[in-house]
């Protein structure tokens, strides 16, 4: 079955480091979404990637999707301490029967020392 | 985004037992899913439930231990039976926010402890 893989497990960063998570599948997708769950929380959708090369920018977030869709990043420039939590990337693939279904990478928890 | 509502928020079981989780949702949807995370862990989808059919459920998972009802287009229950220690775990119901997208927006989930 499909397979996501994230990199790394735990990252520890100074306030003000940038910070990167990596995501790799062992099948092409059809898309690539970014959650992120905060301690105590449940995950929260970030955004989701869709096209073969594609990226995104959220204020001091940068996503991509690989060219041939089978691997993507996630970027923070200058963490901040509210960039807290366990990042997780979650490769599916849109309508049919495989409607919703979602592979999870095991995540990556980013902690930021003031 | 829909708002959804998932019951009890946590609990604390003995071996045996079983608990049934509900999940409402503001909203009419078609299909609502069923994750569990164990501690530590990412998410692993246990079944997908629709309104007028039987669960959909993924490998690893039968119907005899976690049976799922889904009375209308916005009201599932999980039951997670005949607990034991390993079972214990956050259990998050989640909907899709778009047809034919696929993003997922989860309740803030059930957190069972097994003794």
């Known amino acids: 079955g499909q397979q996501v893989m994230q990199i790394p497990q735990y990252q520890h960063v100074q306030e003000g480091e940038d910070f990167t998570t990596y995501c790799n599948s062992s099948t092409t997708l059809s898309n690539i979404q970014w959650y992120k769950q905060r301690p105590g929380g449940h995950p929260v959708f970030l955004i989701q990637l869709v096209k073969s090369g594609e990226v995104k920018k959220q204020k001091r977030l940068t996503f991509q999707f690989g060219e041939a869709k089978k691997n993507s990043s996630l970027h923070i420039t200058a963490t901040q301490t509210t960039d807290v939590g366990t990042y997780f990337c979650a490769g599916g693939n849109a309508g049919g029967t495989s409607y919703g279904k979602l592979t999870f990478g095991q995540g990556t928890i980013l902690t930021v020392h003031p | 985004s829909a708002v959804i509502s998932q019951k009890p928020s946590r609990d604390i079981c003995q071996r045996g037992t079983s608990l049934t989780i509900q999940c409402q949702v503001d909203?009419?949807?078609?299909?609502m899913f069923w994750y569990r995370q164990q501690p530590g862990q990412s998410l692993t989808l246990i079944a997908t439930a629709n309104q007028g059919s039987e669960a959909t459920y993924e490998s690893g998972f039968v119907i005899d231990k976690f049976p799922i009802s889904r009375p209308n287009l916005t009201f599932s229950t999980l039951t997670v039976s005949n607990m034991s220690p390993e079972d214990s775990s956050i259990y998050l119901c989640s909907v899709s926010g778009q047809p034919n997208t696929g993003e997922l927006f989860f309740g803030e989930g059930s957190r069972l402890t097994v003794l």
């Open positions: 909203s009419q949807v078609t299909m």
